[in-house]
C-alpha cells in the first residue's frame, strides 16, 4: 500500500494499492488519476451519486474468521432497464475485487482477462451462444450498453462518467461470466457469489 | 414490527401523493394513490392497481426466519400457461394470471413473492443452468403480459412488458422480451412454495392458526368416528348369538290357516331379537302373506308380525322390469327371560303353487341404521367443516382453490 499527497491540496491520502487507477480527494473532491505513473489532479469529472445504498466508500467489516474487507470505491452504471453500483474492495489477504448487486443478490469477480473477439459482438443476440478464443462457450442471457454515471473513491480503472460501456452476461456450465466490450477485445470476467451477511460491518 | 425509514420522499407530480422510497436502487416509481409514474405529470388512461390482498399490503410488513420484510412494489401479469397434453399430442393452453411482490429487508435486499390463485411460493434468483429449452414438451410455457405496476421497482418495467416462461419442477427460467418481441434478458428462478400457515404466523395471525388448527382437528375428529362406527359395528356383530335357526318349511294351499310350528328358543332376558326369514321364490309372479307369531312359555302370543314376500314383473316405456321381496326381517323387544315358541300362520299364496322359507332368530342384533345414519352425519360435518375451512383460508390468505 501506497500513501499520496493530494496534488491539488496537498492532503495525506493513505492506504493505495497498485491497482488503484483513480481516486476522489476526501479534502478537496479533486478526482486524480494516474497518468504516466504521476498522479494529476482534474476537476469537473465528477458526477453526482444521488440514490444511496446500503455500501459506501470507507465502510469496513470482519467475517468471522478474522477477514477485514474495505469498500474503496464505487462505479454507478445506468443501463435501459435500470442501474446497479459496483463497488471496488480489497480484503486483508490483499485480494481486490469488484463487487456488484444484482436485485438483492451480491456478487464478486477480480479483473477481468484480456480476451478477442473476432467480429465483434454486433451479431450476439440474448439467447444464443458465444464461443470465446480460450475461454468457455457462453450461453448470453443479457446484452446492455451502461453509461457510468457516477464514481468516487479508489478504483482501479479511469473511466469518465458518462462514459458509455457494452456489456454482455453469460452462463457457461454453471458459472456466471460478465464480458466489457470494447471493439474485437472484451474483458472476461467470473461472477461468484458474495455473502456481505457474513461480514460485520463497522458502519452497518 | 417497526417500519423501515424511508430513504427518500417523491411527492407525486400529478396528486401530491407523498412516495416513499425504501430501495436504494430503485428507478421506477408508481404512486399508489393515482397511478402516475415518477418523473409523469399525467396519471395514465388506466390507473394500475395493486390487488387486493388479505396480507400483502403495499408498505406491509412480515417477518420470515427472523428478518423483517416490508413489501415495496407489485407487479400483475396475465396470460396463458401451455402443457403439452400426451393423450391428444397437442399444447393445451390454459388462461392464468399471478402477482410479484416485491419485498426489501432492513439490509435493502431485494426478494419477490410469487402469487397465483394455487399459492404462494418464494421466489429465488439462481445462476441460469439450461439454454431455452423451446419445444421441450416436459416444460410448461408461460406468455405473459404485465398489466399492472405499482410502487418502487430497481429497473424500469415497460408498459405492457411481454415476459416468457419456462418451467419446470420450480425452476423457471423467464425472459423478458423487448417492444419487438425479441430476448432482452434471461433470468432463472427457483421458486419455494410458501406453507400457508407459516405464511399467517409470518404477518402475525396467530388467532387465525389457531381458529384453522381447531377446525382441521374437528375435521379429523368427525372422519375418525366413521372408522370408529364402522369398528364399533363389526365388533358388535361379534356379541351377536342365534338362538334358533328353523327348518326349511315348504308351503302349499293346504297349510294356509294353519299353525306351523318352527321351534323354540330361550331368552335369559328381556332384549331384542330379529326373526329373519329367506325365501325361495317360485318363478312368475306371485305373493305369500302370512303372519310370525312368537309366544311364551303360557301360550300366549307376545308378538305377531306380518311377514310379506312377493314377485311382480311387467314393462313400461323402459322395456321390461321384475321386482321382488324375498326376505323379510323384522325385530321385537322380547318383555322378559322365557321360553318362546316361533311359529307361522301362513296367510294367502297367490299364483304360486309352493313356496320354501327358512328362518333364524339372533339375539343381540346389531343395527346397521344409526351406524349409517351416524356415518352419513359426521362425513357431512366433516366435508362442511373442511369447506369452510377452505374458505377461511382463501379469505384471509387470498389464495386457494
Known amino acids: ?204 | 414490527m417497526k417500519a423501515f425509514e424511508p430513504i427518500k420522499v417523491h411527492n407525486c407530480k400529478n396528486c401530491g401523493f407523498p412516495m416513499r422510497q425504501f430501495n436504494p436502487n430503485t428507478l421506477m416509481m408508481v404512486c399508489e394513490s393515482c397511478g402516475t409514474r415518477f418523473g409523469d405529470s399525467a396519471p395514465p388512461r388506466y390507473k394500475p392497481e395493486a390487488p387486493l390482498n388479505p396480507l400483502f399490503k403495499l408498505h406491509g410488513q412480515f417477518e420470515k426466519n427472523g428478518t423483517v420484510w416490508q413489501i415495496i412494489g407489485c407487479q400483475s401479469y396475465a396470460g396463458s400457461v401451455e402443457e403439452w397434453d400426451s393423450e391428444d399430442n397437442t399444447w393445451e393452453r390454459t388462461p392464468w394470471s399471478y402477482h410479484t411482490w416485491w419485498i426489501i429487508n432492513e439490509a435493502r435486499e431485494i426478494a419477490w413473492i410469487s402469487q397465483d390463485k394455487t399459492g404462494y411460493s418464494w421466489s429465488h434468483k439462481k445462476t441460469v443452468s439450461s439454454e431455452i429449452p423451446r419445444g421441450d414438451k416436459s416444460y410448461e410455457v408461460g406468455h405473459w403480459t404485465m398489466i399492472s405496476a405499482v410502487g418502487e421497482f430497481s429497473y424500469i418495467p415497460r408498459e405492457a412488458e411481454q415476459v416468457r416462461s419456462y418451467e419446470k419442477d420450480g425452476r423457471t427460467l423467464s425472459i423478458l422480451l423487448d417492444e419487438n418481441g425479441k430476448n432482452q434478458e434471461i433470468e432463472a428462478f427457483h421458486d419455494v412454495t410458501l406453507n400457508l400457515t407459516e405464511l399467517l404466523e409470518s404477518f402475525g395471525k396467530q388467532s387465525v392458526i389457531d381458529a384453522l388448527e381447531r377446525s382441521k382437528a374437528l375435521t379429523r375428529t368427525a372422519f375418525a368416528s366413521i372408522i370408529c362406527l364402522v369398528l364399533g359395528y363389526f365388533i358388535l356383530q361379534g356379541f351377536e348369538k342365534t338362538l334358533i335357526t328353523t327348518p326349511t318349511v315348504t308351503i302349499n294351499a293346504q297349510s294356509l290357516k294353519k299353525v306351523i310350528p318352527l321351534g323354540e328358543f330361550t331368552m335369559q332376558k328381556q332384549g331384542l331379537i330379529e326373526l329373519d326369514f329367506l325365501a325361495n321364490l317360485a318363478n312368475g309372479t306371485g305373493s305369500f302373506d302370512a303372519e310370525i307369531v312368537v309366544s311364551d312359555s303360557d301360550k300366549a302370543p307376545v308378538a305377531e308380525l306380518p311377514l310379506s314376500l312377493w314377485r311382480e314383473s311387467g314393462r313400461d316405456s323402459d322395456g321390461a322390469w321384475t321386482e321382488s321381496q324375498y326376505r323379510n326381517a323384522p325385530r321385537i323387544n322380547l318383555p322378559a327371560a322365557d321360553v318362546y315358541t316361533l311359529s307361522l300362520v301362513p296367510d294367502t299364496l297367490k299364483r304360486w303353487q309352493t313356496i320354501s322359507l327358512r328362518g333364524k332368530v339372533t339375539r343381540n342384533v346389531v343395527s346397521l341404521m344409526p351406524i349409517i345414519v351416524g356415518g352419513v352425519f359426521a362425513a357431512v360435518l366433516g366435508i362442511a367443516i373442511s369447506i369452510m375451512r377452505r374458505k377461511r383460508i382463501r379469505r384471509e390468505t387470498g389464495v386457494g382453490l
Open chain 1, 1 to 204: 500500500m501506497a500513501n499520496l499527497n493530494c496534488p491539488n491540496c496537498g492532503g495525506a491520502i493513505e492506504g493505495i494499492s497498485p491497482l488503484i487507477r483513480s481516486i476522489d480527494c476526501p479534502y478537496c473532491s479533486s478526482w486524480l488519476r494516474l497518468s504516466n505513473q504521476l498522479w494529476q489532479a482534474n476537476e469537473g469529472q465528477k458526477a453526482p451519486l444521488d440514490a444511496p445504498a446500503f455500501f459506501h466508500v470507507g465502510m469496513g467489516g470482519n467475517t468471522p474468521d478474522g477477514t477485514h474487507y474495505r469498500i474503496l470505491g464505487r462505479l454507478r452504471f445506468q443501463y435501459g432497464m435500470g442501474s446497479w453500483d459496483e463497488w471496488w474492495m480489497d480484503d486483508s489477504h490483499g485480494q481486490s475485487f469488484w463487487l456488484e448487486e444484482d436485485d438483492g443478490t451480491y456478487y464478486r469477480h477480480s479483473l477481468g482477462k484480456e480476451i478477442k473477439i473476432p467480429g465483434g459482438i454486433s451479431n450476439v443476440s440474448i439467447g444464443s451462444s458465444l464461443t470465446l478464443n480460450g475461454g468457455p462457450t457462453l450461453f448470453v442471457t443479457e446484452k446492455y450498453q451502461a453509461d457510468i454515471v457516477g464514481r468516487e473513491g479508489m478504483l482501479p480503472v479511469e473511466l469518465e462518467a458518462e462514459t458509455t460501456v457494452t456489456y454482455i452476461d453469460g452462463v457457461a456450465n454453471g458459472e456466471e461470466y460478465s464480458l466489457e466490450i470494447e471493439g474485437e477485445y472484451a474483458s472476461l470476467s467470473q461472477s461468484e457469489t458474495f455473502d456481505v451477511r457474513s461480514i460485520k460491518w463497522d458502519n452497518a
